[in-house]
């Protein structure tokens, strides 16, 4: 497994944009789905968007459509540009690897440390 290293994470306001990434290590393949996902507190952790590594097909969650935007960073990183914060975005947001596309985090097979976005109204 390539280790994963999210950064980004910050207090911001509503209205507000920030800019994560995840690093890995090693190489992803072509094969390779990297997603996003967040955690609030007390909540489950929710699929948030995706990027099939080869084609660079994406796909997201209703409520970020349009806001965020999942895309490769290079070779070894995926990013997630996300506008106009709201409250409700406030979470822990990890990435992880998948060797198919799915909106299940147990299908993602590796996952980065986490990073706090926290969005203040």
């Known amino acids: 497994q390539v280790p994963l290293v999210e950064s980004g994470g910050g207090l911001v306001q509503a209205g507000d944009f920030l800019r994560l990434s995840c690093a890995a290590s090693g190489r992803i393949f072509s094969s390779s789905v990297m997603g996003w996902f967040r955690q609030a507190p007390g909540k489950e952790r929710e699929f948030v968007a995706a990027?099939?590594?080869?084609?660079?097909?994406t796909y997201y969650l209703d409520p970020v459509k349009g806001r965020f935007t999942i895309s490769r960073d290079g070779a070894t990183a995926v990013a997630l540009q996300m506008n106009d914060l709201r409250p409700e975005d406030t979470a822990v947001y990890y990435c992880a690897r998948s060797t198919q596309y799915s909106r299940q985090a147990s299908d993602y097979t590796n996952w980065g440390q986490g990073t706090q976005v926290t969005v203040s109204s």
């Open positions: 990027i099939r590594w080869g084609t660079r097909s």
